[in-house]
């Protein structure tokens, strides 16, 4: 029912944007033959905002197809449609929940320098036997005006945005149409939270006892782990149970994960246990001068903490994307997430770059999946 919910919302987003487009393309541009000035960028630009690609590529084309069909100015010509499907993917991909201002001239100056000054006067060639050479040049104004025009537009749209704070407030309003994963995300951590502190002691150590005993875990030497943070499930059961093993010290490494920068996350083996500090979002990292780099590909087995998971083996984290980065590289590791009963859930909205685990561990039962 939530997707479905989801699915319609966007649907009635689209259906606006695209009676939006046909209105501003048809009505209140400036069109002529050979170039046309205007705002139809605009709910292209917005539907990729919300939606991503695919909305977008929908919007542009739906409207160029209606817009053709009931106020036609002219010849169909399906190389138009495929602007549209250009324009909707350079959109999407550059500016999907993204505010940078170097997205958005490069999203602008795609369009503008490859869409509108190369591709079009294809068409335009075509369609009337003009000059491809020619045709160029007499769009090189519109092209130079709207390659100023259109990024601008965007970046005031988005510092309207901060300043009256309407992004917080549209996704108080209808989180699951323009953020699903955020609200889920939310009411998860709070599930979580609700348990005292007794409860996810009691839990965290039976699930560590699981993984100790689990096939996972059987052979493996090199073991990634995690430093739990507040509500998290707590591996420090498992860590002490790990080095009380006879082969630890000869055969087994622990690491942990230390960010580095905004996009980039390693593994090291602190020396010590008292080879700690307090790094990204206060988490303890191991202290890059006292420990050892670990690979990606030499990890046998990967535990993720884990905001919530659902029953295709999907895992949330907390949203900046480290693990699922980091994950992309570890061939060899058997992937685990850790979590409470209670953070399981129908779908947590995978994207495609998401990694699946091969198993979820919680303090009732072990969730296998084939990957």
């Known amino acids: 029912m939530k997707n479905k919910k989801i699915n319609i919302n966007m649907l009635v987003i689209m259906a606006l944007m695209v009676a939006m487009h046909i209105i501003l393309s048809r009505f209140l541009s400036f069109n002529a033959w050979n170039m046309k000035i205007g705002f139809a960028f605009l709910p292209i630009f917005l539907t990729g905002y919300i939606g991503g690609v695919i909305p977008a590529v929908l919007v542009g084309v739906m409207a160029d197809l209606i817009g053709a069909s009931l106020f036609p100015s002219g010849q169909f010509f399906f ?19 993204k505010q940078d201002l170097k997205r958005i001239i490069l999203a602008s100056w795609l369009e503008q320098l490859g869409v509108s000054l190369w591709i079009t006067p294809i068409w335009l060639s075509i369609l009337y036997g003009a000059p491809y050479r020619a045709l160029i040049y007499s769009r090189i104004p519109q092209i130079a005006l709207m390659a100023v025009v259109e990024p601008l537009m965007i970046y005031l749209f988005f510092k309207a945005v901060e300043k009256v704070n309407l992004k917080n407030t549209v996704t108080e309003v209808d989180r699951d149409t323009l953020d699903p994963k955020r609200n889920l995300r939310k009411v998860v951590i709070e599930k979580r939270e609700s348990l005292s502190p007794e409860e996810r002691k009691a839990k965290s150590e039976n699930i560590c006892r699981k993984l100790i005993d689990g096939e996972d875990f059987k052979g493996a030497k090199k073991i990634l782990l995690y430093k ?37 996350m390693i593994a090291l083996a602190p020396n010590t246990e008292e080879d700690f500090v307090e790094g990204f979002h206060n988490i303890l990292e191991p202290k890059a001068d006292a420990s050892e780099k670990v690979e990606a590909a030499d990890f046998d087995i990967i535990v993720c903490p884990c905001t919530a998971f659902d029953e295709e083996g999907n895992r949330m984290g907390m949203g900046a994307g480290y693990y699922d980065r980091y994950l992309a590289q570890c061939g060899n590791a058997k992937i685990v997430a850790v979590a409470f009963e209670c953070q399981k859930v129908a779908t947590v909205f995978p994207e495609a770059w998401d990694k699946r685990m091969n198993a979820v561990y919680t303090e009732e039962q072990v969730y296998r999946f084939l990957n």
């Open 79 to 97: 190389g138009f449609t495929l602007n549209a499907i250009i324009i909707g993917i350079i959109m999407g991909l550059c500016l999907h929940k």
């Open 228 to 264: 739990a943070i507040k509500s998290e499930v707590d591996l420090s059961y498992l860590e002490a149970e790990i080095r009380k093993m006879e082969d630890f010290r000869d055969k087994k490494v622990i690491a942990y994960p230390l960010v580095k920068s905004a996009n980039e």
